[in-house]
């Protein structure tokens, strides 16, 4: 049996009043990012050791040529062929490193096996050369690989709790030089982590309010992503001062009308600008039971040519419930709509229907976005 949830922006009484009558404003800081500050994602290929036996086996041929070649590199040399370890894994290394990173800085890694190694419990990352899109390499890794699960038992009698074959070392990176990272200088560009004619507009007004001053046009929307913003004179020398102090600002945000519905785990969020159209809903529920029995008949005793047979009794039954009708007047909001449906007893699944042909009826005009 499936348990359904219904969230929504106007779910109680007390906090639809409040998220209705007031919009609260949000940093431009969340609204937007600066072009040319942005993370830097590396990865790099690296062996796991000291596994307890749960490294990669025989058939995983790349594993034992990079112990090969780590040991030749110390003056071991031991062919491949001879070479039989299973407290060895092979595992890709990746790691994001943040803009203005300076050498010496230390990032948090992920380790994940590619080969057939079953746990990297206990495991030790040897150093590891992460390197970027460009092929160059901007920091190192080794240290302690931790799970967060584990495999207890052996054979067919085993317990394994989370997924032992992927793990993390925390600081376990030092940044070896800095990315490629532009830094603003007499201008920067913001770009819309939402693309938005109204909210770019908005916070060109913003800036332009704050920063601009006799008449002057610091902030211009070049399209509804993208806003440039030119350092004005008092802050020249100082963009970073400058670039909180835009952060810091705050607009009224212009939230699109939309409906996200997830039929399979029964789930249902609703904007609290959506308004509705007037409509009447009328719904009603019919049920129908079949049911077989199944009787078994039986000759009387001691007589001849009788057999058993089994006789199917076949009896169906309809249960229809009263239909439920609720108005909706002109301008209707989702607070209205919500408690109307519990009122009537709706389940999320029946809300999902309905909202589904309030949009086919046109009485929604809103995005439905099924996922």
């Known amino acids: ?54 490294g990669d086996r025989q058939q995983t041929v790349f594993s034992v040529q990079s112990l090969t070649n780590i040991l030749q590199r110390m003056g071991v040399t031991v062919p491949p062929t001879g070479i039989i370890i299973h407290n060895t894994a092979a595992v890709l290394v990746t790691a994001t490193l943040p803009p203005f990173s300076q050498s010496g ?20 990352l040897i150093l590891t050369a992460l390197r970027g899109a460009n092929g160059k390499v901007y920091a190192v890794a080794q240290g302690s690989v931790v799970t967060g699960g584990f495999v207890a038992g052996r054979g067919g009698n ?42 770019a507009s908005r916070i060109v007004e913003m800036i332009n309010k704050k920063f601009g001053g006799n008449g002057q046009v610091t902030a211009q929307a070049l399209n509804s992503g993208h806003v440039n913003v030119h350092i004005p004179a008092s802050y020249v020398g100082r963009p970073v001062e400058f670039i909180a102090a835009v952060e810091d600002l705050r607009v009224d945000v212009d939230h699109e009308a939309k409906i996200a519905i997830n039929e399979r785990t029964g789930t249902v969020v609703l904007g609290g600008d959506l308004h509705i159209a007037p409509a009447a809903i009328l719904q009603g529920n ?52 919500v408690r109307s449906l519990m009122a009537i007893g709706s389940t999320p699944r029946d809300i999902i229907a309905i909202i589904q042909s309030l949009k086919a009826a046109g009485a929604i005009d809103a995005e439905v976005d099924v996922l």
């Open 1 to 54: 049996m499936r348990t359904f949830s219904f969230v929504t922006a106007a779910l109680f009484t007390g906090l639809v009043a409040s998220s209705l009558q007031t919009n609260a404003a949000t940093r431009i800081k969340d609204l937007v990012s600066i072009e040319g500050v942005r993370d830097n994602q590396l990865v790099g290929y690296g062996v796991v050791v000291g596994l307890n036996g749960t």
């Open 105 to 124: 800085e230390k990032i948090d890694v992920d380790v994940a096996a590619i080969g057939d190694a079953t746990n990297l419990q206990g495991g030790l």
């Open 158 to 199: 085993s317990q394994t709790v989370n997924h032992p074959t992927v793990g993390r070392v925390v600081e376990g990176a030092i940044v070896e030089q800095a990315p490629p990272t532009i830094a603003p200088t007499s201008g920067l560009n913001l770009q819309l982590r939402r693309a938005d004619f109204a909210n």
């Open 286 to 337: 019919l049920s129908v039971q079949i049911q077989t029995d199944y009787l078994v008949s039986q000759p009387a005793p001691f007589s001849s040519g009788g057999q058993t047979t089994v006789v199917p009794q076949t009896t169906v039954g309809v249960n229809e419930d009263k239909a439920r009708t609720i108005m909706l007047k002109n301008g209707a909001t989702v607070d209205e709509l």
